[in-house]
């Protein structure tokens, strides 16, 4: 096993754990220790980034953090914006990225490892994730979204079936379409060639676009059934918007996803689809109805962004990680 390097040394590390938080007081604390626990036989480093939080986040996770720091935004930059300042600044060859109510179970990390360095295509793994009881959530998903998928939901929909909980039936690792940004660990060099997660994204299908992007490059993205990861699930977006602000903020970020990949027929058919639903009614049929008729310019131009810069090398000016 490989020691973690002194203090101050800016040699490569295996891997950067990147926790993005958001009023997380009451569990940051433990998600930290948890972390600095799993990875403790590794060359690692954890860096949480606070999006502003107004309550004690940033203290308990600075007292918690072992081998890493806090990175602590004036503003809440969102998910995928918070995690690419950690990307830019991560030592390890590989990021981790993980919500503040996710943990990997014993083992997990080694098996990711594993399977990510096992072909030089594969850019991007993920865990199965469960909730605390054991039961699958979602985590991958084998094709991207678009008018097929869509309209295959209005029969679930009448059959009162949720997909959300499908996972692929197998234990051995499949190549998907899509991995949930709860749980993934992406090679750093790669993530921060494609320019990491879309800054288009406040929240919610920044996954789903970054997925696009590096099969784009050629590279390939992989689950692992037999890594787990434990996802409370929601805390965070629960707390701060509610489940009909948090329903709409998914639509609204979808509807940036489709504007990005899909062209306007397509994404005419697809918010017609989305208006026929039993929750979140009337504001689901007025916000997709009139989309059918016009949602905007395409932003194709999106689907190639700026390489992420890498300021890894100014680990001391920027605050280096304590040991």
Known sequence: MADRPASGSQEELDVTVIVISYNSEGRIGEAVSAHESALSHLRSEILVVDNDSKDR??????????????????VNAGYGNAANQAISEARGKTCLILNDDARLATGAIDRLLEVL?????????????????????????MTFPGPHEEWERVWDIFRRRDRNVYYPASDAPMEVAWLVAACVLGRTGVLREVGGFNPAFFLYSEDIDLARRLIERGYRILTVPDATCIHTGSVSTSAAFGRDRSIQRRAASRDIYYRIWQPRLSRALIHLRRAIGFSNQPWRLTHHLLKVIWDGRSLHHLREIEPLPNRSEAGEEHGAARR
């Open 57 to 74: 986040s940033v203290i308990e996770a600075e007292a918690a953090i072992i081998h890493g720091r806090v990175i602590a935004n004036e």
């Open 117 to 141: 360095y096992s072909q030089d295509d594969i850019a991007l793994v993920g865990p199965r994730i469960v909730d605390e009881a054991g039961n699958a959530m979602p985590s991958a998903r």
